[in-house]
């Protein structure tokens, strides 16, 4: 990997202004590699959380929203506690199991950063935005299970 592309994304990384303990893996004298399983806050997007899941062959990444990660891993058991069919808003639950959290691909390696699942989000993160809902956490157990808010979002029309 040439310099340039490594200072590319470190600087890449560092607008992205990472928000949890899993980061970008340093490997040298201020030069960061991406690594699958990096977590960030996206600034366009409502600063939703986001999480590589890919990293390409180019030295790009792809990222989805953290709460759509968590649904497609099945590492958290969800419920939903309150669904206020009127308003269109949902609580729900996504409590550990550590079993689900054994699995090898969270792990620490060469190319995939350890995810941290006692502090993987704070009340106010959001971790799951369209156009049509937002998903808010808005409570965090000392377990590291919490608690989201799904709201429609508003639409607006233009004349």
Known sequence: MNKTKIIFFSALLMCFSLTTQTEAKNIGED????????????????????IVTEIKSNESFTAIDLGEWLKKQNIYDISVVEDNEDTGVKK????????????????????????????????????????????????VNGDGSFYTQVEPQPIFLSN
């Open 92 to 139: 729900l639950l996504y409590e550990r199991n550590l079993n689900k959290e054994e699995k090898d691909e969270f792990y620490d390696s060469e190319d995939t950063s350890y995810i941290y699942f006692d502090d993987l989000v704070h009340e106010g993160d959001i971790i799951h935005y369209t156009e049509k809902i937002v998903e808010e956490v808005t409570e």
């Open 31 to 50: 030069i960061y590699q991406v690594c699958k399983n990096d977590i960030f806050t996206d600034h366009s997007e409502f600063n939703c959380k986001k």
